[in-house]
């Protein structure tokens, strides 16, 4: 991958980030007074919001959410549009997503962390915070690993969640937050705007990587051709969009909780499918499901090879700690796109 034009001019930012002073009030808010914070972890890997799992000197612990821009890796490196809540793909960050999609899989008979307390007025903290349960059964990935005999029964599990999750009938395609607080959608199709967010991932490719930019017409091309092949389709359910064994938590019972559930979607079931069957590998299969539209999971595993490509390669143009990362995951995916066949 040409990293050549991905090189900031400007020094990176200096990011604060919390600790247990910071934490200290929220603490007491939420579980008293005579509460003290033994421990403060802040969890690797999101490039939204802070994570934060806490330890109090009695061994429990719960997880506070943090939206500040400290905690943001993609503040000015977003679309245009980013900040439009009536579009589907603006930024999956903030207190409102996150309540309106727990709600949203708690109705479906899904689950994500309960959450406990929630501020907006920023007197505890100077960002928009949430406080949830702490799930502390490990991921299923990790329990893949360690247990395969109990991963498959979790598989199960989250097979069945996911059955209720695509079988809801949705008002429309757009943001679930948005949509169910009484915003009115796009009015796009659910293949239409996932076509129109390849073409500007696409761009984001050929502006940084001169094989996409030879292949610019190619690509395009192909891209309108899988388009071209998706019928109309009247229902929509429920989509996480970015479910994997690592956004998958397991409960006290056994029970799969989902997690990253900000960009929760009204969406076609097609395009869960094509990022999990990325993502869970040799697991996918306990999660297929034969009833699918083969020409829409040939068009959005396109597609999304195309979002694969822009996104990285837009946020490793900030700051974020794993750059090297993101590239490598920009290089792999324009490799699968520009070798793509339906």
Same mark, same amino acid.
């Given at each position: 991958?040409?990293?050549?034009?991905?090189?900031?001019?400007?020094?990176?930012?200096?990011?604060?980030?919390?600790?247990?002073?910071?934490l200290t009030p929220v603490v007491r808010e939420v579980f008293g007074?005579?509460?003290?914070?033994?421990?403060?972890?802040?969890?690797?890997? !999101?490039?939204?919001?802070?994570?934060?799992?806490?330890?109090?000197?009695?061994?429990?612990?719960?997880?506070?959410?943090?939206?500040?821009?400290?905690?943001?890796?993609?503040?000015?490196?977003?679309?245009?549009?980013?900040?439009?809540?009536?579009?589907?793909?603006?930024?999956?960050?903030?207190?409102?997503?996150?309540?309106?999609?727990?709600?949203?899989? &708690?109705?479906?008979? *899904?689950?994500?962390?309960?959450?406990?307390?929630?501020?907006?007025?920023?007197?505890?903290?100077?960002?928009?915070?949430?406080? #949830?349960?702490?799930?502390?059964?490990?991921?299923?990935?990790?329990? /893949?690993?360690?247990?395969?005999?109990?991963?498959? $029964?979790?598989?199960?599990?989250?097979?069945?969640?996911?059955?209720?999750?695509?079988?809801?009938?949705?008002?429309?395609?757009?943001?679930? *937050?948005? /949509?169910?607080?009484?915003?009115?959608?796009?009015?796009?199709?659910?293949?239409?705007?996932?076509?129109? $967010?390849?073409?500007?991932?696409?761009?984001?490719?050929?502006?940084?990587?001169?094989?996409? #930019?030879?292949?610019?017409?190619?690509?395009?091309?192909?891209?309108?051709?899988?388009?071209?092949?998706?019928?109309?389709?009247? !229902? /929509?359910?429920?989509?996480?969009?970015?479910?994997?064994?690592?956004?998958?938590?397991?409960?006290?019972?056994?029970?799969?909780?989902?997690?990253?559930?900000? !960009?929760?979607?009204?969406?076609?079931?097609?395009?869960?499918?094509?990022?999990?069957r990325m993502r869970f590998g040799p697991h996918y299969g306990a999660?297929?499901?034969?009833?699918?539209?083969?020409?829409?999971? #040939?068009?959005?595993?396109?597609?999304?090879?195309?979002?694969?490509?822009?996104?990285?390669?837009?946020?490793?143009? !900030?700051?974020?700690?794993?750059?090297?990362?993101?590239?490598?995951? &920009?290089?792999?995916?324009l490799r699968q796109a520009l070798a793509y066949r339906a």
């Amino acid at each position: 991958m040409d990293t050549e034009q991905l090189d900031t001019e400007q020094p990176p930012p200096r990011r604060s980030f919390a600790d247990a002073r910071a934490l200290t009030p929220v603490v007491r808010e939420v579980f008293g007074t005579d509460r003290r914070i033994t421990a403060v972890d802040r969890l690797r890997g !999101g490039t939204k919001k802070g994570v934060y799992r806490v330890v109090l000197d009695d061994a429990t612990s719960a997880v506070v959410y943090l939206w500040s821009a400290d905690e943001d890796y993609w503040s000015g490196l977003l679309p245009d549009g980013h900040d439009d809540p009536a579009n589907p793909f603006s930024h999956a960050s903030g207190l409102d997503l996150l309540e309106g999609a727990t709600r949203r899989l &708690a109705a479906v008979g *899904a689950r994500a962390p309960r959450l406990l307390f929630t501020d907006r007025g920023r007197g505890l903290h100077p960002a928009e915070l949430a406080v #949830a349960e702490d799930v502390r059964g490990g991921t299923l990935q990790s329990l /893949l690993d360690r247990d395969p005999a109990a991963g498959r $029964r979790a598989l199960a599990a989250l097979a069945e969640v996911l059955r209720r999750m695509h079988a809801h009938r949705a008002p429309a395609f757009g943001r679930v *937050a948005w /949509l169910d607080s009484g915003g009115a959608p796009s009015g796009d199709s659910c293949e239409r705007a996932y076509r129109d $967010r390849a073409l500007v991932n696409l761009a984001t490719a050929v502006a940084h990587d001169p094989r996409a #930019a030879a292949a610019e017409a190619d690509l395009t091309t192909k891209l309108h051709a899988l388009y071209a092949g998706v019928g109309p389709r009247a !229902g /929509l359910g429920v989509v996480h969009g970015e479910l994997c064994a690592d956004h998958t938590l397991i409960g006290p019972d056994g029970e799969p909780v989902l997690i990253d559930v900000e !960009g929760l979607l009204y969406a076609d079931p097609e395009i869960e499918h094509c990022w999990m069957r990325m993502r869970f590998g040799p697991h996918y299969g306990a999660l297929r499901d034969p009833g699918l539209d083969p020409r829409r999971l #040939a068009f959005y595993r396109y597609a999304m090879h195309l979002d694969l490509v822009g996104g990285p390669l837009r946020i490793a143009a !900030g700051d974020f700690p794993d750059r090297q990362w993101m590239l490598e995951t &920009a290089d792999h995916h324009l490799r699968q796109a520009l070798a793509y066949r339906a």
